[in-house]
């Protein structure tokens, strides 16, 4: 997570820093490099960003991931705070979670103080 930065990334860092982040919140990051991974997972720097053409390249393995994913482990919310792009990657997941899933919606600004108000909910 320390390779990201943003609104996104540094709201989840100011909780965890602050003991707000619940432990058992599990959190993937999209990454046109390296695929769906998770926060702590060490990465080099990057400033590559997802085009439309990669998202539709990416979807069927990051599909194939999270239905993998899901089939391995339940979850009763999946809240998603992804750009446009982003999204494309991942668009019909959904039929493979077991699981509410939530979508941030508006500005980075919005998306990022819905993510806050789900994650603290979720303590």
């Known amino acids: 997570m320390e390779r990201y930065h943003g609104i996104t990334i540094g709201g989840i860092r100011r909780l965890k820093e602050t003991g707000k982040l619940p432990k058992d919140l599990e959190i993937l990051i999209v990454s046109a490099e390296f695929g769906l991974i998770g926060p702590d ?6 400033d590559h960003v997802m085009t439309e053409e990669e998202a539709e390249e990416l979807q069927k393995d990051f599909l194939e991931e999270l239905e993998a994913k899901f089939n391995r482990a339940k ?5 998603v705070n992804l750009g446009f792009t982003y999204a494309k990657s991942i ?24 993510m806050k108000q789900w994650i603290l909910r979720s303590r």
């Open 41 to 46: 997972e060490r990465i080099p720097r990057v």
């Open 91 to 114: 668009k019909g997941f959904a039929k493979f979670a077991d699981a509410r899933v939530i979508y941030a919606k508006g500005t980075l600004g919005k998306k990022a103080e819905q």
């Open 75 to 79: 979850y009763s919310e999946i809240f």
